[in-house]
C-alpha cells in the first residue's frame, strides 16, 4: 500500500485516460494520489477529481514560474478553494531559480503570501524549490514553518539535514532510480525512513525503466522498491511507513481501509 503524494492527474496529459490510469494505481496497491495544483485552474481541476473519484485528493497552490500578474482576487480565490473538501495542502509553491520568467523578488512574495494562507487554514505546504536551496530555507526558517515537505528533493546531505531541521518531510521521485544519481541514493541511505514521502510528479520524471513515457501513478512502485533497496527495509515496510508519515502529514480523510497482503 502506497500513497503517491503529488501528481499532477490534473493537467492535460490525463484527460483521455484518466480512468484507466487510477485503475492501474489501484492495481499496484496505490490507496491514495494526491494531486497538485500550480495555478488556479490546475488547483480548481485536482478539487473536481478529488470530488469524483475515491482515491484522489487535492492542493491548490500557484507555482513560482506562475507568480507572474496574479492579483489580490486571485489570491482570494486560491483561498476559497483551498477550503473545498479533501483538499490537503497548499502547493506547490516555493522558489524557482532555474527557469527566471518571474522575477525573484515576486516569486518570493508570492511564496510568502502562500504561506500565511497556509498557516491561517492550518494546512502542510508543498515545497517546490529548483536552484533555490539558501533562500528557500531562509524564508521557511523566518516564517517558522514546521508542516510541509521538500519535494522532489535532488539536493545533498547538508540541504537534506537543514529541511529535517526543520521537521519537513523529504519526498523522492522517480529520480531516484536514474542510473547516473548515485548521489541522490546516497543521501537518501541517511535520511530516517520516518521522514519519507514518495511521489510520482506525473506526467512528469518517469522512473529509469519508463523513461521517455508519460509517467504515472501506478509507476510509484520503481521508486518504492529502489528506496527499499536503498534502506534495506520489505518492500511492504516501506509502504506502510510512508503511508503513516503521509497521513501524519496531510491528514486524509476516508482513505480506503488498507488491504490484506
Ligand atoms: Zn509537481
Redo the contacts with the bound molecule.
Keep these: 500500500m502506497f500513497i503517491d503524494t ?1 501528481s ?1 492527474l490534473n493537467f492535460s496529459p490525463f484527460e483521455a485516460d484518466i480512468k484507466e490510469v487510477i485503475s492501474r494505481a489501484k492495481e499496484t496497491g496505490i490507496i491514495a494520489i494526491i494531486n ?1 495544483g ?1 495555478d488556479l485552474s490546475t488547483s480548481k481541476r485536482a478539487i473536481e477529481l478529488a470530488q469524483k473519484e475515491d482515491l484522489c485528493y487535492a492542493t491548490v497552490g500557484i ?1 513560482p514560474t506562475s507568480t507572474n500578474n496574479l492579483q489580490d482576487k486571485d489570491y482570494q480565490k486560491l483561498e476559497d478553494l483551498a477550503q473545498k473538501k479533501k483538499v490537503v495542502a497548499i502547493g ?1 509553491v516555493g522558489l524557482d531559480w532555474f527557469h527566471n520568467q518571474v522575477s525573484r523578488k515576486i516569486q518570493k512574495e508570492s511564496f510568502e503570501r502562500q504561506i500565511l494562507l497556509a498557516e491561517r487554514l492550518g494546512l502542510p505546504l508543498i515545497i ?1 524549490n529548483r536552484d533555490a536551496n539558501s533562500e528557500t530555507l531562509a524564508i521557511l526558517k523566518e516564517k517558522k514553518i514546521r508542516k510541509g515537505v521538500m ?2 528533493f535532488s539536493g545533498d546531505i547538508n540541504f537534506a539535514i537543514s529541511v529535517l531541521s526543520l521537521g519537513l518531510y523529504i519526498s523522492f521521485t522517480g529520480n531516484l532510480t536514474y542510473k547516473k544519481n548515485e548521489s541522490l541514493r546516497t543521501v537518501a541511505k541517511e535520511i530516517p525512513l520516518g521522514k519519507i514521502l514518495l511521489e510520482t ?1 506525473c506526467p ?1 520524471l518517469p522512473p529509469q525503466p519508463k523513461r521517455g513515457k508519460r509517467n504515472e501513478p501506478g509507476f510509484l512502485l520503481y521508486t518504492a522498491e529502489e528506496l527499499a533497496k536503498i534502506k534495506g527495509v520489505s518492500l511492504q515496510e516501506l509502504g506502510e511507513t510512508t503511508t503513516k508519515n503521509a497521513q501524519d502529514l496531510f491528514k486524509l480523510q476516508r482513505l480506503p481501509r488498507r488491504q490484506k497482503t
Design positions: 503529488h499532477h497538485v500550480a507555482h506547490e517546490h519535494h522532489c510528479d512528469y
